[in-house]
Nanobody, 115 residues
Framework: QVRLVESGGGLVQAGGSLRLSCAAS????????MGWYRQAPGKQRELVAT???????NYADSVKGRFTISGDNAKNTVYLQMNSLQTDDTAVYYC?????????WGQGTQVTVFS
């Protein structure tokens, strides 16, 4: 099993930036890709961005050009740099690790964007 711990959420004004971090531990060798998902109140959890072990990235259309996912293999950490934040970005953000066994999730970190 992979243990994921997110950090970096908080309260930010629209137009501002935040950087989320996700530190992975445990069965690191089994990870094939990692990603960020988010869930706003009353809505389903949705994909934000993913990154493979090889560094290939994928983004939801709503965040393209504003968010950047990156990884530091030495630190077993994945980051999500969020710029030009909008009120619609308000959600709980979850880190996800895809492994050969399935998916593991972090506990989530709250991001609140106010106008």
């Amino acid at each position: 099993q992979v243990r994921l711990v997110e950090s970096g959420g908080g309260l930010v004004q629209a137009g501002g930036s935040l950087r989320l971090s996700c530190a992975a531990s445990g069965s690191i060798f089994a990870i094939t890709s990692m990603g960020w998902y988010r869930q706003a109140p009353g809505k389903q959890r949705e994909l934000v961005a993913t990154i493979t072990k090889g560094g290939s990235t994928n983004y939801a259309d709503s965040v393209k050009g504003r968010f950047t996912i990156s990884g530091d293999n030495a630190k077993n950490t994945v980051y999500l740099q969020m710029n030009s934040l909008q009120t619609d970005d308000t959600a709980v953000y979850y880190c996800n690790a895809r492994t050969i066994r399935g998916y593991d999730w972090g506990q989530g970190t709250q991001v609140t964007v106010f106008s």
